[in-house]
């Protein structure tokens, strides 16, 4: 059973910063699986943020977080990272990451619980 616990949201001015974790419970296997994070606004559909390989660890992000916000992973620790900076209050949201159903797989399949952020102005 694959559980994910993200934790590190919390209320932070505009302009600040934050980091959220996500640590995996499935231990030696989490370097095989690309892992994201996205994140829900009240009223709005679940948005992709940002993601990460296993292996090389490619990145891609969301337009709106480019430059702003960096996606890492620490395999040794089972753990993924989403560091924030420059927050904006538009990035207030339930930040939830995310691992893909396969290595091979581009679909996500597995949630945590969220985190939530609030970005105030």
């Known amino acids: 059973q694959v559980q994910l616990v993200e934790s590190g949201g919390g209320l932070v001015q505009a302009g600040g910063s934050l980091r959220l974790s996500c640590t995996a419970s499935?231990?030696?296997?989490?370097?095989?699986?690309?892992m994201g994070w996205f994140r829900q606004a009240p009223g709005k559909e679940r948005e992709f943020v940002a993601d990460?390989?296993?292996?090389?660890?490619?990145?891609t992000y969301a337009d709106s977080v480019k430059g702003r916000f960096t996606i890492s992973r620490d395999n040794a620790k089972n753990t993924l990272y989403l560091q924030m900076n420059r927050l904006k209050p538009e990035d207030t949201a339930v930040y939830y990451c995310?691992?893909?159903?396969?290595?091979?797989?581009?679909?996500?399949?597995?949630w945590g619980q969220g985190t939530q952020v609030t970005v105030s102005s």
């Open positions: 995310s691992r893909r159903a396969s290595p091979w797989s581009d679909e996500y399949k597995y």
């Open positions: 499935d231990g030696y296997t989490f370097r095989s699986y690309g």
């Open positions: 990460i390989s296993a292996g090389y660890g490619y990145t």
